[in-house]
C-alpha cells in the first residue's frame, strides 16, 4: 500500500496536479445483510499545482503553465512567471522595445527605431536599396560610401579649383618641384581613399552578415522553444502512457482480487443455504421425536 502510495504521488507530480481525487464509498446490501458491493464514486476535478493549468477542462494533467501578469507584444508564457519575447521586445513581460539602432547598428546612413523594429533612410540625394539597409546616389548606381563620396567631392572641387585658378604657363624652375610635390600628395590621397572605400565596403558586408547572424539566432531560438514544446508534449503522452498502463495493471490484480471475494462469497452463501436447509428439515424430527 505503502509503494502504491509513493507511485501515485510520483505521478501526480509529474502531471503537476497537487490535489487528489476525492472518493466517496457507499455499500450495497445483500440477502442476509451481508455487504456484497462497495461502489466508489470518484469526483472528475483535482486541483493544479500553482503556476500551471489544464489545456483544456478534458486534460490529462496540468501541463499549460500561467504567468500572474499577461505577456506583451506577443509574447508566450513558456513556464510559470516567466515570457519568451518575440524578436525587438524584452523584459519579464516583454514589456521593454529593443532599440535595434543603438544594439546593432542595421542601417548604411540613418536609423529610427520603432517599435519591435527599426527603419532605415538616407541623406538628401540619396535613395534607400531594396534591402532596406544600404542608400545610393540619386544620380549613380554605385552604393554610397563615405569615402567614396569624399573622393568624388574632391574631385569636384579640385577641377573647380583647377579651372580658376589656373595661371599661365610659364613657371620657374621653384614652381616645377612645387607641381610634383603635389602631384605626389594628390596620388597618395588617392590611395588613401581606395583603401577607405575598401574597408568600409568590409564594415557593411560584416554589419550586414552580423544582422543575418542576429536573425538566424532568433529563429533558431524559437525553433529551440518549439523544440522543447514539442518534447513537453512528447513526455506528457508518455506519462499518460504510463499512468493508463499501471492503471491496467492494478485494475488486473483488483479483478483477480474481487474473483477470490466472489468466489468466497458463493461459498458462504452455498453454506448458509445448506444449514438452512438442515435446519428446516430437522424441525419436524425434533418434534416428532418430543411427541412421541
Not at 127 to 156: I, K, V
Not at 269 to 277: K, M, P, V, W
Amino acid at each position: 500500500l505503502g509503494l502504491f502510495s509513493t507511485e501515485v504521488s510520483l505521478l501526480f507530480f509529474r502531471r503537476r496536479v497537487c490535489a487528489r481525487q476525492t472518493t466517496s464509498s457507499s455499500p450495497h446490501h445483500h440477502r442476509g445483510r451481508q455487504i456484497r458491493l462497495v461502489y466508489t464514486e470518484v469526483s472528475p476535478g483535482f486541483t493544479c499545482c500553482p503556476g500551471w493549468m489544464q489545456f483544456t477542462r478534458l486534460s490529462f494533467g496540468c501541463n499549460k503553465p500561467t504567468c500572474l501578469t499577461s505577456c506583451l507584444n506577443g509574447g508566450t508564457c513558456v513556464s510559470p512567471g516567466k515570457c519568451a519575447c518575440p524578436k525587438g521586445f524584452t523584459g519579464s513581460q516583454c514589456q521593454s522595445d529593443i532599440d535595434e539602432c543603438v544594439t546593432e547598428k542595421p542601417c548604411g546612413q540613418l536609423c529610427r527605431n520603432l517599435p519591435g523594429t527599426y527603419e532605415c533612410y538616407c541623406r538628401a540625394g540619396f535613395h534607400l536599396q531594396q534591402d532596406g539597409q544600404s542608400c545610393r546616389r540619386n544620380d549613380t548606381e554605385d552604393t554610397a560610401f563615405e569615402a567614396r563620396d569624399l573622393e568624388n567631392d574632391f574631385h569636384e572641387s579640385l577641377t573647380t579649383t583647377t579651372s580658376t585658378t589656373r595661371k599661365p604657363t610659364t613657371t620657374s624652375s621653384h614652381d616645377a618641384e612645387n607641381e610634383v610635390g603635389d602631384a605626389d600628395l594628390d596620388q597618395d590621397y588617392e590611395i588613401i581613399l581606395k583603401r577607405l572605400t575598401k574597408l568600409e565596403k568590409q564594415v557593411a558586408r560584416n554589419k550586414k552578415r552580423d544582422t543575418e547572424t542576429t536573425d538566424m539566432s532568433a529563429k533558431i531560438t524559437l525553433a529551440v522553444e518549439s523544440i522543447n514544446d514539442m518534447r513537453r508534449a512528447v513526455e506528457n503522452v508518455q506519462l499518460m502512457q504510463q499512468e493508463i498502463y499501471d492503471m491496467r495493471s492494478k485494475i488486473k490484480h483488483y479483478e483477480l482480487e474481487a474473483r477470490k471475494v466472489q468466489h468466497l462469497t458463493n461459498r458462504v452463501a452455498d453454506l448458509e443455504s445448506r444449514l438452512r436447509t438442515r435446519c428446516r428439515s430437522s424441525l419436524p424430527l425434533n418434534s416428532g421425536s418430543i411427541n412421541f
